[in-house]
């Protein structure tokens, strides 16, 4: 049984570490030199750390460690007694200062878990976040242990790249055709940023001159073959580092800084010191293999983990429950960045769709958890929507209510003060405050309180007085177990308008008890646009009418609020036809809401961009968290309705557009067309004839995708025979066969499982490739709901049989799909009985993994 396994049986169930039990590291290493002897089964590791007593005791050294060998271990070059037990290497009686050597033997080849040393496609790599170091030598495996790294590594001239943290600053030729480097970083880092790479690539040379005229060596190393997909990373380094030193002031520290791209990668991607670790699908780039999609997300990821230089290396985490500290931030950076560089309504928009689509759902789910969580039992399973992008609007907030000079002076001060440490979240507010003056006492519950606050809003006029007044209720809902949740403090921004779309009133609002008041002067009942923005990761429940919605999506003066009222216009007419369906009553939908939609085709002036993001109509993820309870088949029986009424109203326009827009190459205008041609494909006859044109006249992946998708969203006869052309043509590309995966895991008939089944035996897909599993598999529980969702459970127990293949094979992958498989609270009682029984398989594996463990478990116990 491995170290990440659990028995099944009662006694042997994991526990939770709690941060409330932090004590800080017994010993700490200033130093560490490590070589790396490089062989696929037996690679030697040689650690000889500098350690030095933490305070005065007599405790023993202890050390964490996994999947290792232990060779040698000695105490200031002397042989030393030690016990090895349950992950860790335990040694007595040491001094209060010495040398450490540990010798141990590791195999990367056996290695499916992807954490640690690893082989991909024939490279070494390591990825150490959270706590995979421990799977490369024996080390105190904690982020407020900050240590210099000295490493030497040897391997075969095969591999003629060896990279590794910092500078290099040795190498050369050793016996027997192998060769070293050595790289030295001077910066003091927490092992979970350290990063080795070893490999034959293509490398991409570019460089930066910062602002105070230092030449910084730029490297991108990528599979052979595919240089030419590298240049778009470039481009969004560069873009990265000259945004970061104009908006935050903050200059890149290093002489080098090096991205490796690889196919195999449990996450996105990977912010070692200098020497950045992506998964494949945020690096490589050409118009004929990425969308437009797929560039900006390139450009985004490059961002954010360029700007973990700051937040996140300079500035660490004291311990793994801070996780948002750097993560939160880092996404509220590179938000700003993306909106900086493009559409700043778009970016916002995206943003507010992962809130809603996916953070709510998981804030009501069984693995709710405040952006600062209290306790884990496995710590892959708090990469989570809370930590990262709760983790972003919290600070966003902070932003809104402090200003952007207020803001920058608490960075300039955290900065000031924490550089170079292992810091909490309540330092970095605690900066915020101080730097502004800003009160933000109360603001950190946001970092404490689980669960998404709930806005209700009514409003009365008083014509007498001239006085239009908001009454605002907030209200967290309190879970089993959980103590009362108190009130938070919400930034509430509010426009009114007149009946003709004037504004009247925008204003910031702060919201602190559980009950207030406000007040505004005004001549006529306003059309209020409330939350405006998502100026707060809440829920808001305010009774909207058609025509205040229908004022709202014209005029309000946020981009932002027009969308969110289109999105509220589309919901109510879904939510009025699930009533119709559990009445046995027809179907029907007001021409108010068709006319609607047919404005935002025929607005001649408002952003393409904007126009596609209204078009783009609530998923079910989003409707489903719209409401407590869901009757599942009426929701997807009524969104189908709608988007297909709409269509089938608006023909003509659509077509017209679509027309307009083909002559128009840029995102924007692909974006709206194809929006467009995804309505077209549900209308009465389906446009079959346009979808085939596009497919075979497109001139890039965007438009040859789209056209794909657009045959399956509209389940066109044509559509088997585009998915062969396609996979036939691109069988050879990884990540655009990650595209046909998705979309054939999208097919929404009754034979897809079938389908999936036997696409498991395509010479494309491999189970070891974690790109491949969410493509496929993944993508069929959170994207395919009905099918996902069918009342005889044979979704679930598709889903539950893949995270049994996988619990053994990669349990952070398991762990991360399973997650469509926890969130049943609001379904019905058959459909709960059955996703629990397939939970209660995934409990009684004789080897389980923590990470499945803790979500199963969790999802049980609600």
């Not at 002897?37 to 023993?60: C, D, F, M, W, Y």
């Not at 009774?543 to 709202?552: E, G, I």
């Not at 009342?791 to 679930?796: E, H, L």
């Not at 019905?828 to 398989?841: M, S, V």
Request: one cysteine or more.
């Amino acid at each position: 049984m491995s170290e990440n396994q659990v028995s099944s049986t009662a006694t042997t169930q994991p526990t939770a570490k709690r941060l409330a039990d932090y004590l800080p590291p017994d010993y700490l290493v200033p130093e560490l030199a490590l070589s790396f002897r490089l062989q696929p089964e037996a690679t030697r590791v040689t650690a000889v750390s500098k350690i030095t007593r933490n305070g005065e005791h007599s405790r023993p050294l202890v050390l964490d460690g996994e999947q290792q060998t232990i060779q040698q271990v000695l105490v200031n070059g002397n042989d030393v007694a030690f016990e090895q037990a349950e992950g860790k290497l335990v040694i007595n009686n040491v001094p209060s200062e010495f040398e450490l050597t540990v010798v141990t033997a590791i195999s990367p080849a056996a290695n499916s878990s992807l954490e640690g040393l690893y082989m991909s496609d024939g490279a070494y790599c390591t990825q150490c976040e959270a706590e995979g170091f421990r799977r490369i030598t024996f080390f105190p495996d904690r982020p407020d242990v900050l240590t210099c790294y000295q490493v030497r590594i040897e391997a075969p001239k095969e591999f003629p790249f060896l990279l590794s943290n910092g500078n290099k600053v040795e190498e050369g030729s050793l016996a027997d055709g192998w060769h070293y480097a050595c790289w030295q970083d001077p910066f003091p880092k927490p092992c979970y940023l350290f990063a080795l790479v070893a490999g034959d690539f293509d490398l991409l040379e570019d460089s930066f001159t910062t602002k105070t005229q230092r030449d910084v060596k730029l490297q991108v190393f990528v599979d052979k073959g595919n240089l030419n997909k590298a240049h778009h990373a470039m481009a969004s380094l560069k873009k990265a580092m000259a945004w970061d030193e104009s908006r935050f002031d903050l200059e890149y520290d290093l002489d080098i800084y090096m991205i490796v791209a690889v196919d195999f990668f449990n996450m996105g991607a990977m912010e070692n010191k200098g020497l950045n670790v992506f998964n494949t699908k945020y690096v490589l780039a050409d118009e004929q293999t990425a969308t437009d999609d797929d560039f900006h997300g390139i450009e985004s990821v490059i961002g954010h983990e360029y700007f973990h230089n700051w937040t996140g290396n300079r500035v660490t985490c004291r311990d793994w429950f801070q996780l948002s500290l750097k993560e939160g931030l880092t996404v509220f950076r590179d938000q700003e960045f993306s909106s900086d560089v493009g559409s700043r309504a778009v970016n916002r928009i995206h943003a507010i769709k992962v809130m809603k689509n996916h953070q709510f759902a998981e804030d009501a789910g069984p693995m709710s958890h405040p952006i600062r969580p209290e306790e884990v039992i496995e710590m892959n399973n708090f990469y989570t929507v809370t930590v990262y992008d709760k983790g972003a609007e919290v600070i966003r907030m902070m932003h809104t209510l402090l200003g952007e000079q207020g803001f920058q002076a608490g960075m300039k001060l955290y900065f000031e003060r924490h550089d170079g440490q292992a810091v909490t979240c309540d330092d970095f507010v605690q900066a915020m405050q101080d730097a502004s003056g800003k009160d933000l006492t109360q603001f950190r519950r946001w970092y404490s309180q689980a669960g998404t606050p709930e806005l209700t809003v009514s409003d009365s006029f008083d014509a007498a007085k001239g006085i239009y007044r908001l009454d605002v209720k907030q209200l967290t809902p309190q879970r089993a177990n959980e103590a009362a949740k108190l009130p938070v403090h919400i930034p509430f921004s509010v426009e009114l308008l007149d009946t003709e779309g004037n504004s009247l009133v925008n204003q910031l609002l702060e919201v602190t008890e559980a009950e207030q008041s406000f007040e505004f002067s005004v001549a006529g009942v306003p059309v209020p646009s409330l939350l405006q923005d998502f100026s707060a990761p809440v829920k808001l429940h305010y009774q909207y009418s058609t025509a205040q919605l229908l004022v709202l999506m014209g005029f309000a003066s946020s981009e932002v609020a027009r969308w969110e009222a289109s999105v509220s216009l589309f919901s109510q007419a879904v939510w009025q036809n699930v009533v119709r369906l559990q009445q046995h009553q027809p179907m029907s939908l007001d021409s108010s809401v068709i006319d609607a939609f047919r404005a935002v085709l025929l607005h001649e002036s408002q952003d393409h961009a904007l126009s596609a993001e209204m078009l783009k109509f609530p998923t079910a993820n989003s409707l489903i968290e719209q409401l407590d309870s869901v009757d599942l088949d009426a929701l997807f029986s009524a969104r189908d309705f709608v988007m297909d009424t709409i269509a089938d109203g608006c023909e003509d326009e659509l077509l017209a557009r679509y027309r307009d827009l083909t002559s128009q190459d840029n995102p924007a205008s692909r974006s709206f067309k194809n929006a467009i041609l995804l309505l077209l494909a549900r209308s009465a006859d389906g446009n079959e004839a346009l979808i085939q044109a596009q497919f075979d006249s497109a001139v890039g992946m965007t438009d040859s995708l789209a056209a794909l998708s657009a045959a399956v969203a509209g389940d066109a006869s044509c559509r088997d025979e585009l998915l062969q052309q396609f996979g036939t043509q691109w069988q050879d590309t990884p990540l655009v066969m990650d595209k046909w995966f998705m979309l054939q895991a999208s097919v929404s008939d009754d034979d897809v499982i079938n389908r999936l089944t036997a696409l498991q035996q395509h010479p494309a897909f491999s189970f070891n490739n974690p790109n491949r599993v969410r493509s496929l598999l993944g993508a069929f529980a959170s994207v395919n709901l009905p099918q996902f969702h069918r009342a005889d459970g044979s979704g679930y127990q598709f889903l539950t049989d893949v995270i049994k293949k996988l619990n053994s094979l990669n349990p952070q992958v398991a762990a991360r799909i399973m997650t469509p498989l926890i969130q049943f609270g609001k379904f019905d009682a058959q459909r709960q009985a059955l996703i629990k029984g397939c939970l209660q398989q995934l409990i009684d594996l004789p080897e389980l993994s923590r990470d499945v463990y803790e979500k199963a478990s969790k999802a049980l116990a609600v």
